[in-house]
């Protein structure tokens, strides 16, 4: 069974960081991208960044880029979202995901809240 366990999220003021992780387990994680979405309160779930499998590559929203950066360990089977200068529009809950097959991923999310 394809599973995520999302950790590192919390309460931040407006321009700290955080640093969140991802760990899969149940498939080949090192042959897989893996994206981060995140959904604010009273809003749609939104892509948010995405790492391809070897780490060599990844790609963000605009409202984050140069802010976000993605990595990843595959001899962790895990990926990392670094989040510096953070702002309150960042506040939601953020969920790690990948398609396997048919199957779509999510992880369970963890809760990032920027606020003074």
């Known amino acids: 069974q394809v599973q995520f366990v999302e950790s590192g999220g919390g309460l931040v003021q407006p321009g700290g960081s955080l640093r969140l992780s991802c760990t899969g387990s149940?498939?080949?994680?090192?042959?897989?991208?893996i994206y981060w979405y995140r959904q604010a309160p009273g809003k749609e779930r939104e892509w948010v960044a995405g790492?391809?499998?070897?780490?060599?590559?990844?790609d963000y929203d605009v409202a984050v880029k140069g802010r976000f950066t993605c990595s990843r360990d595959n001899s962790k089977n895990t990926a990392y979202l670094q989040m510096s200068n953070l702002k309150p529009e960042d506040t939601g809950v953020y969920y790690c995901?990948?398609?396997?097959?048919?199957?779509?991923?999510w992880g369970q999310g963890t809760q990032v809240t920027v606020s003074s």
């Open positions: 995901f990948t398609a396997v097959g048919t199957e779509d991923a």
């Open positions: 790492i391809v499998s070897t780490g060599t590559s990844s």
């Open positions: 149940g498939f080949a994680f090192s042959d897989y991208a």
